[in-house]
């Protein structure tokens, strides 16, 4: 059990830190790199110029590392300088001890040979002898001038010797020189020479010393580069982490937020300790997330009473359907009483019928029909509104329609006066549609025809043109005004008030015709000439489509 | 030959009566009912001829006794004359759809549904 929670706890951390590598997982909650991470988020400034920040820091300390190098080469020339003018300063010192060699030898050859000539190659190794000296003293420490004073000291001295040998020569006092050279020369040679001996040996305790500075100076020189070196890759990775990170660990938060906002949780928030650009562009998604959850809550309100609405709405449908479903049946009820009884006495089931009785009867019956039609075209009408009105397709002749309007109506041209004329191509091919409501509308439309002509003609006569029935109702009646012409096929439209009381009707009949029309897919439309006459045409597809 | 027995099954008491006083003269006879249930009873209890079905009925709906006695072998033959309302369109097709030999809407002309009556029954 315990082990469990220890588990998922850790996966909880794990998901937690969003996959971050275990190493930078522990330098950035184990070490004060994350409180570092942290203060540098903090500080109020941008990106760009922290980074330019630790950029300049870094080139500083290149720039003193390379300032350390160039000194540390200035001082290594001037050293090798010191070096070779020791070297020189040797070499002459040995100069110095070879002149005086062949001053020895050429005194030696002066005293075998009892020649003058070699007096003369003396004086020229000892003015060698003295020019080396003056240059080396010029370039000697006070220490090797005390010394080449006293070398000089002990040439002059050698140089007397020579000018009395040279002199005992010229006397012919040879034992006298002789012992001039065992004795005085001899020593003060041995003299120069421990003299120089001493010379070269400070030159070489200088040259010692010169060699141990240089190489303490090249050992602090790699030291104190090596330091700037290491002190600057370390500063570089360390502002590369802190900056870095400083700005990764609020992106992989805005990116944790985002994905939450896509999956759709809209109260997920994001808080970051940064004070730059990520810091503001945290607030923004903050604000943005809070503000898509105010719009999905709104959106929601919204959907939900937009469904409450719909639900109430199809169930006022559903009644209005039902409704109109019982009125038809309750008002058709009593009309079937009312005409049934009436066509049954007209028909002498009760026995005769009186003649004064005959009109009566008559009028009941015709005015009972009058109302069967007004409720039939107030159902139809609300049943469009309702939207339940549907077109019961089916083949049929357009002929059949044609004749059972004309049958229909034969009697009340008649009763008019008007000559009443059908025309229908008979090789019209077979059409597909509501007969019954195409039936109606023709009805309606010669109906009214007859109704508004006094004397004249009423005709109906139908043809295909390409793909479409165009059926039309022409009559020679009293005619549509200009002003009324748009507005015969809107509901409860008449003409004038006058029109109604002399013609009857409700005004229903064209809007429920242009309705049936258009349900069909067709479209109906009227010519009128004030006086003259109307025609009414209405255009159906042949074969009506199957409404999906 | 035995007379022609028609059943009329309506609730309005007075479409009851155009059929009744229509049928008197003739000699067909004329047995009512007055609901869907009471219908099925009368159909099961004897035979009719002719059905006369209103479709807006109390308690079972006239298409739904069309279809229970279309269902039963014994009166799956009985020609059934349905009596729309004409109330929504469709009506005539569900009356056919349902088992009806024929149907008439409301209101009928009286002259027109002996026609029928008659058509109906001179082919028995």
Not at chain 2, 18 to 39: C, F, H, K, N
Request: with cysteine; glycine share 6%.
């Amino acid at each position: 059990m315990r082990r469990f929670t220890r588990a998922s706890a850790a996966r909880n951390e794990a998901s937690g830190r969003d996959g971050l590598s275990r190493g930078v997982s522990f330098l950035l909650t184990r070490t004060p790199l994350g409180s570092l991470v942290g203060w540098v988020a903090r500080v109020p400034a941008s990106v760009h110029t922290k980074l330019l920040a630790a950029f300049l820091v870094i080139t500083a300390l290149f720039i003193a590392m390379a300032a350390v190098s160039l000194d540390t080469i200035a001082r290594t020339a001037q050293q090798s300088r010191k070096m070779h003018e020791a070297h020189e300063r040797v070499e002459w010192s040995q100069q110095i001890d070879h002149a005086l060699a062949r001053q020895m030898h050429f005194t030696a050859l002066a005293l075998l040979l009892r020649d003058e000539a070699s007096v003369a190659r003396i004086l020229r190794e000892n003015n060698r002898f003295n020019g080396t000296l003056a240059r080396r003293e010029v370039v000697g420490t006070e220490e090797e001038r005390d010394l080449i004073q006293q070398i000089r000291g002990r040439q002059d001295g050698v140089m007397n010797a020579v000018a009395d040998i040279a002199n005992a020569i010229r006397d012919g006092k040879l034992d006298e020189a002789r012992a001039e050279l065992l004795g005085r020369q001899e020593r003060a040679y041995e003299e120069i020479e421990a003299l120089v001996a001493r010379l070269v040996e400070v030159e070489n305790r200088y040259m010692l010393d010169l060699k141990q500075a240089v190489e303490t100076a090249n050992f602090r020189s790699i030291v104190l580069t090596a330091c700037f070196a290491g002190a600057a890759i370390a500063l570089a990775l360390l502002c590369g982490f802190v900056i870095s990170w400083s700005c990764l660990l609020p992106l992989r938060k805005a990116q944790e937020f985002l994905g939450a906002v896509s999956a759709g949780d809209f109260t997920a928030t994001i808080t970051v300790p940064n004070r730059d650009e990520f810091g503001a562009q945290a607030a923004r998604l903050n604000r943005m997330s809070g503000e898509l959850g105010r719009l999905m809550d709104e959106q929601q309100r919204a959907a939900a009473s937009l469904r409450a609405l719909n639900t109430s709405l199809e169930r006022a449908s559903r009644a209005k359907s039902e409704f109109l479903a019982n009125m038809s049946h309750e008002l058709r009820t009593p009309m079937n009483a009312i005409l049934g009884f009436t066509e049954m006495l007209r028909d002498g089931l009760y026995g005769d019928v009186p003649d004064e009785l005959k009109e009566p009867l008559a009028d009941i019956h015709t005015n009972g029909r009058h109302l069967l039609g007004l409720i039939n075209d107030v159902l139809d009408l609300s049943k469009i509104e309702a939207g339940r009105m549907d077109l019961t397709l089916q083949e049929y002749a357009v002929q059949d329609v044609v004749d059972s309007v004309r049958v229909s109506l034969r009697s009340l041209a008649l009763e008019r006066g008007l000559e009443f004329a059908t025309k229908v191509p008979p090789e019209l091919p077979i059409a597909y549609g509501d007969a019954k409501r195409i039936t109606q509308c023709l009805m309606n439309l010669a109906g009214n025809a007859l109704k508004f002509t006094r004397q004249g003609r009423v005709e109906i006569a139908v043809e295909l043109q390409g793909d479409e029935l165009i059926y039309r109702v022409a009559d020679t009646g009293i005619g549509i005004s200009r002003d009324e012409l748009g507005k015969v096929f809107d509901e409860f439209r008449q003409a004038d008030a006058a029109v109604t009381r002399e013609f009857g009707g409700t005004g229903l009949g064209l809007s429920i015709t242009k309705r049936f029309i258009e349900m069909h897919g067709g479209r109906i439309w009227v010519e009128s000439e004030p006086g003259e006459g109307s025609t009414f045409w209405f255009a159906v597809p042949l074969r009506v489509e199957v409404a999906a | 030959m035995r007379d022609a027995t028609v059943l009329y099954v309506e609730d309005n008491e007075y479409n009851r009566k155009i059929v009744r006083q229509l049928l008197m003269r003739t000699s067909y006879r004329l047995r009512e009912a007055v609901d869907g249930e009471a219908a099925l009873g009368m159909v099961r209890e004897e035979r009719p001829d002719l059905i006369l079905m209103d479709v807006q009925l109390p308690k079972m709906s006239g298409l739904d006794v069309t279809r229970a006695l279309r269902g039963d072998p014994a009166t799956a033959d009985v020609p059934i004359i349905v009596v729309t309302s004409f109330a929504l369109s469709g009506d005539e097709q569900r009356a056919m759809a349902a088992g009806a030999s024929a149907y008439i809407a409301k209101p009928y002309s009286p002259r027109d549904l002996l026609a029928l009556i008659h058509t109906f029954l001179a082919e028995r």
